[in-house]
T-cell receptor, first 113, second 111 residues
Framework: AQSVTQLDSQVPVFEEAPVELRCNYS??????LFWYVQYPNQGLQLLLK??????LVKGINGFEAEFNKSQTSFHLRKPSVHISDTAEYFC???????????FGKGTRLSVIA | DADVTQTPRNRITKTGKRIMLECSQT?????MYWYRQDPGLGLRLIYY???????NKGEISDGYSVSRQAQAKFSLSLESAIPNQTALYFC??????????FGEGSRLTVL
């Protein structure tokens, strides 16, 4: 079964600086990969997804992620963050085959003015 | 109106009480899920259902039960609530693996 590791529980960053949130998954077989975002006091919403094709995936709000099969990683990046990007970010992968998503423990991004 | 609606949004109850959290969706999806969120633990799957006649346990199903009343409705019950079930509960739907659509959550406090 798949598992997901988010290497940083909290990431503080100054406004307009770049940010990378790290995610590693447990298996090197073909996978679907997802990033979700949770703004304060809200539910989760899909930020971006990798299903197949180009390893560089673009999502909403200027975020992008790169699928690296050899390193079993799917790190999330944004070149210049805004205060409104303050949120918790979750990496997720199906547990195996036709199964529900398994989520990482989340990374709390705090953007400092 | 929201695509995935959870009720109640907030509930405070006492140990031993029976609690039901309800979820309804207008997405027309067959698949529905209940997750629990605890600080520092991410989301953990409680139960899921791929259609009205299909119910499956997730990672942390002990102490919980579910009912899929219709394609659009999936409720979560705590038969006898205990304090460590204090958490934020999310219902979600999908029409295939991944791409979950979440409700806004039900915050449950068990005293």
């Amino acid at each position: 079964a798949q598992s997901v590791t988010q290497l940083d529980s909290q990431v503080p960053v100054f406004e307009e600086a770049p940010v990378e949130l790290r995610c590693n998954y447990s298996s090197s077989v073909s996978v679907y990969l997802f990033w979700y975002v949770q703004y304060p006091n809200q539910g989760l919403q899909l930020l971006l997804k990798y299903l197949s094709g180009s390893t560089l995936v673009k999502g909403i709000n200027g975020f992008e992620a790169e699928f690296n099969k050899s390193q079993t990683s799917f790190h999330l990046r944004k070149p210049s963050v805004h205060i409104s990007d303050t949120a918790e970010y979750f990496c997720a992968v199906p547990e195996g085959g036709n199964t529900p998503l398994v989520f990482g423990k989340g990374t709390r991004l705090s953007v400092i003015a | 109106d929201a695509d995935v609606t959870q009720t109640p949004r907030n509930r405070i109850t006492k140990t031993g009480k029976r609690i039901m959290l309800e979820c309804s969706q207008t997405k027309g999806h067959d698949r529905m899920y209940w997750y629990r969120q605890d600080p520092g633990l991410g989301l953990r799957l409680i139960y899921y259902s791929f259609d009205v006649k299909d119910i499956n346990k997730g990672e942390i199903s002990d102490g919980y039960s579910v009912s899929r009343q219709a394609q659009a409705k999936f409720s979560l019950s705590l038969e006898s609530a205990i304090p460590n079930q204090t958490a934020l509960y999310f219902c979600a739907t999908s029409d295939h693996p991944g791409e979950l659509f979440f409700g806004e959550g039900s915050r449950l406090t068990v005293l």
